[in-house]
């Protein structure tokens, strides 16, 4: 294949797809708005599944890599309720069905396993419009432009390439989530330390939970999920660290205090990352030389499938490409046949899930999904 692939974003989706390409001898570019690798944090902990996530890296060759990564004991997980009772205490099973692994680290290792020159870091992306020609032009912040024959949004839910493809527009679901940290946690923190356990923690009850993951060197990341409509995000000044922690804290005021720890001690400003999301069954007509993967294509709520899924798009994306060396349009309509059914049933189930985290009969809900007695869908 001849045609150069031009890759926005240099997120785990963006990067999986060069490493593909680049695998099977297909040149890419990846254009990145980040000024380095390092230029900010990478999030937490990310949960890898046997039947997407990992056979990305398989096929990007990177699976024992992937490996020397993975955090032991992670994979365990806690349900409580508020007042600390424990309800389920699941231990990891070492099977690896869904080992946990630093998100940083994996996109490091991907990062150096790609050519020097294949990624353009400090190119924020402005906008994209569609030539005469079935070319793609690119806009940057700077003023430069570039144009290619072969376009890949990996650029995430508020993408500048969707709308040549789709009008939709991520909307919010009156959920978000409120993130902080606790360092050096079993000697500083030593009673949120064994609440939390070696892994994911959910304590809930409907319509908020606060979640925790035990992250290396005693880390503890804390996840707390409120209910709330844009009016009362609206009204909470975030960056009045202190204020902020209080009027969030107080949304649970009745729970255990080991648990209510994971807010009041926190040593990091708390973070609003409010979930939007796009159409369960978004699609687009095909248009020639271009496409989406990951958020970009399919916005959920969090329900540990998004990096996984961007993994996964990015690989078939990669193998249908090296499929059809002189035709690249039917890679692209293969990549999302195949794609567009397999990201709806995903967003129903996400959806689902989140019924089962913050619904009615929360956390008894979350058990029952745990020990198979109910099922999203």
């Known amino acids: 294949m001849t045609t150069h692939v031009t890759i926005i974003g240099a ?57 020397g990564i ?8 806690r349900v409580m309720g508020k007042d600390g009772k424990v309800l389920l205490d699941e231990p990891d099973d070492g099977a690896g069905r869904r080992p946990e692994v630093p998100r ?33 032009e690119v806009t940057f912040a700077d003023g430069t432009t570039v144009t290619t024959g072969l376009l890949v949004g990996a650029d995430g839910a508020w993408s500048r390439v969707r709308p040549l493809l789709s009008d939709a527009k991520p909307e919010y679901v009156g959920l978000s989530v409120i993130e902080t940290y606790l360092f050096d946690s079993d000697t500083r923190h030593p009673a949120t330390a064994r609440a939390v356990g070696d892994g994911s923690l959910f304590a809930l009850d409907p319509g908020k939970g606060i979640s925790a993951h035990r992250e290396p060197d005693g880390v503890l990341h804390t996840y707390v999920q409120l209910t709330k409509p844009q009016e009362w995000l609206d009204a909470v000044d975030f960056a009045d660290a202190e204020a902020a922690r209080a009027l969030v804290a107080a949304e649970f005021e009745d729970w255990a205090p080991e648990l209510t720890a994971l807010i009041t001690d926190g040593e990091t400003p708390l ?21 989406l993967l990951g958020d970009a294509a399919h ?6 499938e998004g990096a996984n899924l961007a993994m ?31 990201s709806a049933a995903e967003a129903t189930a996400s959806a689902q899930l989140q019924d089962l985290l ?20």
């Open 312 to 342: 996964y798009d990015a690989a078939e994306l990669g193998n249908a490409l090296a499929a059809h060396p002189d035709d690249p349009e039917s890679a692209l309509t293969a990549y999302e046949e195949a794609m567009f059914p397999r």
């Open 104 to 136: 940083g680290a994996l996109r490091r290792i991907l990062i150096d396993s790609l050519p020097a020159d294949a990624i353009r870091w400090g190119h924020k992306v402005t906008g994209a419009r569609s030539l005469d020609d079935g070319r793609h």
């Open 271 to 291: 973070v609003l990352r409010p979930i939007n999301t796009l159409p369960n069954d978004h699609r687009w007509d095909r248009v020639p030389g271009v496409t």
């Open 11 to 67: 997120g785990l989706g963006g990067l999986t797809l060069a490493r593909v390409l680049h695998v099977h001898g297909i040149p890419a570019t990846v254009y990145e708005a980040e000024a380095s690798p390092v230029s900010r944090a990478q999030g937490g902990m990310l949960d890898i599944h046997d039947h997407n996530g990992q056979l990305a890296l398989k096929a990007a060759g990177l699976f024992d890599e992937f490996l």
């Open 358 to 377: 913050l619904g009615e009969n929360a956390p008894h809900s979350l058990v029952d999904f745990f020990t198979g007695k109910g099922q999203p869908g």
């Open 299 to 304: 916005l959920m709520p969090p329900s540990g």
């Open 70 to 77: 993975v955090h032991p004991g992670a994979e365990a997980s």
